[in-house]
């Protein structure tokens, strides 16, 4: 059980395009997804959370209209790329808290964009 | 802010023998505390967490970890290495139970020599 999910695995835009990722709760309920960013060799930076039927909150220095969050049901979480550009070519990672249990997350596998 | 800090980039283990991965925190209020492990081109899987209660956490794999409070450490621990418990090991923590997401430390590859 627990498992998250994100589609695509891996994707490759024009700067200037934009890019959706999705993130879904396969067999739970997640009132509460998070969406972070890796940088290689680096560790996970906490972008943004995102709650079901209402406005994702962002952390300090994360553009959010370039990053477009939206939490549309009880599954499945959304992260637009606005615009990209090849500065945020990254590993993106999204987790989903149970709502059943309030402090286990569990991660997606991630999702590989680059901007060309 | 909250922080964590593992302060090795790298630890190496022989297999068989007891490995530690380091980890310390700081954070205003009551610290929950995590340890996840990511393997080459997967996502981060969960080990262990401290939320309450006994100091002493048993997770995943077999690994454990010891809150200190004192110290405001949460080490991981195993008592024997395995060559497959080569990875990169984060510890995490959140201020609030479940409510926010987590503030990683930047990661402790973990190699474990045959």
């Known amino acids: 059980g627990a498992v998250v999910s994100q589609h695509p695995s891996r994707v490759i835009c024009k700067s200037g395009t934009s890019v959706k990722i999705e993130c879904r709760s396969l067999d739970f309920q997640a009132t509460t997804m998070f969406w972070y960013r890796q940088f290689p060799k680096q560790s996970l930076m906490l972008m943004a959370t995102?709650?079901?039927?209402?406005?994702?909150?962002?952390e300090q220095g994360v553009e959010k209209d370039k990053f477009l969050i939206n939490h549309a049901s009880l599954t499945l979480s959304t992260l637009t790329v606005t615009s990209a550009h090849p500065e945020d070519s990254s590993f993106y990672i999204c987790s989903a808290r149970d709502s059943e249990r309030s402090y286990e997350q569990y991660f997606g596998p991630g999702t590989r964009l680059t901007v060309t | 802010a909250q922080s964590v800090a593992q302060p090795e980039d790298q630890v190496n283990v022989a297999e068989g023998n007891p490995l530690t991965v380091k980890c310390t925190y700081s954070?205003?209020?009551?610290?929950?505390l995590f340890w996840y492990v990511q393997y080459p081109n997967r996502g981060l899987q969960f080990l262990l967490k401290?939320?309450?209660?006994?100091?002493l956490v048993k997770g995943s794999y077999g690994f454990e970890a010891e809150f200190n409070k004192s110290q405001t450490s949460f080490h991981l621990k195993k008592p024997s290495a395995l060559v497959s418990d080569s990875a990169l090991y984060f510890c995490?923590?959140?201020?609030?139970?479940?409510?926010?997401?987590?503030?990683f430390g930047k990661g402790t590859h973990l190699i474990i020599q045959p």
């Open positions: 995490a923590v959140s201020k609030r139970r479940g409510a926010d997401g987590l503030t």
């Open positions: 401290y939320i309450t209660g006994d100091n």
């Open positions: 954070v205003s209020g009551n610290p929950y």
């Open positions: 995102s709650n079901e039927g209402s406005k994702a909150t962002y």
